[in-house]
């Protein structure tokens, strides 16, 4: 058997969705002739902590875990911030205080490309060790943090492997680089990194279409689209439950480029016009603080429920017992590339799904592909699509969207990615 070192930041007990991609490779990646070998984090910070998650991790796999400097502990210092750092972190909010804006900017323009970037010396010294002792035949690192694929660069060229580049999301082009006051300087550096990550990779791995010829367009390489996806033995023994109140959940963070207003607003309106007495909105995850300030505004407390990271498993039993599921693709430029992993597990609850984003983006092709709800634009008003809903839930019509989803799940995807090693070695 061909072994992969894979290298990533995201591993359990780490929780949230930057793990759920690399888990669910090294879990299926045995079944076509490659034994995975981990280089991870020893104690990262990362947004959420899902010690359930350790369970998944297949028995036979070799995990070596490294010290890393990390910037978020003096982050913490200097705010005065407790617990863990969550994702939206990085934007702005209307009560930041002054501190908070000093250290942001000292993020943005210190540590080039991300936070992570005190990993990179321990990727190299370790991964060489490990490559000796171990032997791989490849080198595979996915990314988000975008720093660990310099490591990873740096690693190849020492060791002479050939090496695969997975990127999650887009790089110098990320929905996140918005909300930061980056110096030319700090950009410049930002940009020769990534052009020379996508010019060193022996291929590149996106997990969609769009953001693979966002990266051409950069860098000409050999680019793979594999998506996010889900794991059938996720939902085992699910069975949705008829619930007493119409309920709509959204699963994962909420960013403030991702905070869909005008859904609230029709909730608002909905509920002003006393059209639906009967709803719940869960939102499961972390929430921009300026969500949660309309929230408060628009009086939908009573209505909408803040709930924090709950793990993997009981977040999909709330997914499959929802009535509607509600997805929100960050409101930024050159987003139509986004594939968020919750779309996947959406998609196998087989409940309605409400989008916002662009309607000609990568995920509203797969949710018109398979006919499994609708994708609004940021500007829509989805109240319409809402009540009707609501009211097919209150005649006892059956909820179920049947799709043909084969193709997304995590062993398929993971067949493509063996595939991809084997053309690269």
């Not at 050939?162 to 700090?186: C, E, N, S």
Request: charge should be positive.
């Amino acid at each position: 058997m061909k072994k992969v070192l894979i290298i990533t930041y995201y591993w359990p007990p780490a929780g949230g969705p930057g793990v759920q991609r690399v888990l669910k490779f090294a879990k299926y990646l045995p079944e076509f002739g490659w034994q995975p070998i981990i280089l991870t984090v020893e104690k990262g910070e990362y947004p959420a902590i899902d010690e359930s998650l350790l369970d998944e991790v297949p028995p036979n796999i070799k995990v070596y875990k490294t010290k890393s400097f990390e910037p978020f502990n003096l982050y913490k210092g200097v705010t005065g911030y407790k617990g863990n750092i969550p994702t939206h972190v990085l934007s702005n909010s209307e009560n930041e205080n002054f501190l908070q804006k000093i250290s942001k900017w000292v993020r943005a323009n210190i540590f080039i490309p991300d936070a992570r970037v005190g990993w990179i010396p321990s990727i190299v010294k370790e991964g060489l060790r490990i490559i000796d002792i171990e032997k791989p035949d490849i080198i595979f690192s996915s990314s988000p943090p975008h720093s660990l694929q310099i490591g990873a660069m740096k690693l190849a060229v020492k060791s002479g492997l050939k090496w695969v580049a997975d990127f999650r999301d887009p790089w110098t082009d990320g929905f996140w680089q918005q909300d930061l006051k980056r110096t030319r300087y700090a950009i410049k550096k930002d940009t020769v990194y990534e052009l020379s990550v996508l010019k060193n990779s022996n291929a590149v791995i996106t997990v969609s279409q769009s953001i693979a010829d966002l990266l051409n367009k950069k860098v000409v390489n050999k680019y793979f689209s594999i998506p996010n996806g889900y794991d059938k033995s996720d939902f085992e023994g699910f069975v949705k439950q008829r619930n007493d109140i119409f309920k709509i959940v959204y699963a994962g963070s909420l960013r403030k480029s991702q905070i869909p207003y005008n859904f609230f607003e029709a909730i608002n309106s909905l509920k002003v016009q006393n059209r639906i007495k009967k709803l719940e909105v869960n939102f499961i995850g972390t929430i921009h603080p300026d969500a949660i300030n309309l929230i408060n505004e628009r009086h939908l407390a009573d209505i909408v429920k803040l709930n924090n990271y709950i793990p993997h498993s009981e977040l999909i039993k709330e997914i499959v017992n929802a009535d509607m599921l509600l997805l929100s693709i960050p409101n930024t430029q050159k987003s139509e590339g986004i594939l968020t992993g919750k779309l996947f597990e959406y998609i196998a609850a087989k409940n309605f799904i409400l989008g916002f984003g662009p309607k000609d983006g990568d995920a509203a092709k797969i949710i018109n592909e398979l006919n499994c709800g609708i994708m609004f634009d940021f500007s829509d008003s989805p109240e319409e699509v809402i009540l009707e809903k609501y009211n097919d839930w209150l005649d006892g019509k059956n909820s179920l969207v049947e799709n043909d989803s084969e193709k997304y799940t995590r062993k398929n995807l993971t067949k493509k990615l063996s595939e991809v090693f084997e053309s690269v070695i």
